[in-house]
């Protein structure tokens, strides 16, 4: 896995779950960190904490990424603390799970806001506030291989993502920045276990041959290498870290 030393990396929606652990990979590997988080500032400084107990450095900025003024603003903030941004994580996003005839306007548009509006929103800050030669990763979903019911508008949205990543990475390559996305398959955190019987996670688990659903860190370990220098020849790509499931 690449050094990130003397690089400063975004993770939207880092105060919990993957984007709590890819904050702290990150930081393990040398990288100055913002932590992004849209409510929950306990949380958020529990990841910064961490980090700084492990002698790493990191920060915790409040922003909606559906909000243009918002993400604007983290931005701004993250620059003026640590002078630059080299690598941008979209972590930030929400499912609702319901069939397409029971989805609600409200559940759909919350989806769009938070999934879709929300990469917009900070790739376009990224056109000219993140550094040259700078990474970003997106973070999809492995479901987007599958036809699951009621997924339907959480991987509409996930898919959106990927096509954003594929256009965004030849706009903006010329500034030497690679662009990817990732697709997480299930995956052992407190927001995906909720309501879930151990039946239904053994299911999912027997998916792979590996038999197990993922842990936060083999999600971060990958974010972490197409982060590094290691990996810029890698770019407009979707990675599966699924364990084989898809």
Known sequence: MGNLEGKVALITGSSKGIGAEIAKTLAKNKAKVVVNYAGNEEAAKNVVN?????GGEAIQ???????KEDVSRLFDQSIAHFGQVDILVNNAGIMVNQLIKDTTDEAFELQFD?????????????????????????????????????????VATKSAVEQLTRIFSKEIGSRGINVNSVSPGPT???LFMQGKTKETVDRLAALSPFQRIAETHDIAQVVAFLASDEAKWINAQNIGINGGMA
């Open 114 to 154: 938070t999934n879709v509006k929300g990469v917009f929103n900070t790739l376009r800050e990224a056109a000219t506030k993140l550094s040259e030669n700078g990474s970003i990763i997106n973070v999809s979903t492995s479901v987007n291989r599958l036809m699951l019911p009621t997924y339907g508008t959480y």
């Open 50 to 54: 961490a980090i700084i107990a492990e």
């Open 188 to 190: 052992n955190t407190e």
């Open 61 to 67: 900025i409040q922003a909606d990424v559906r909000s």
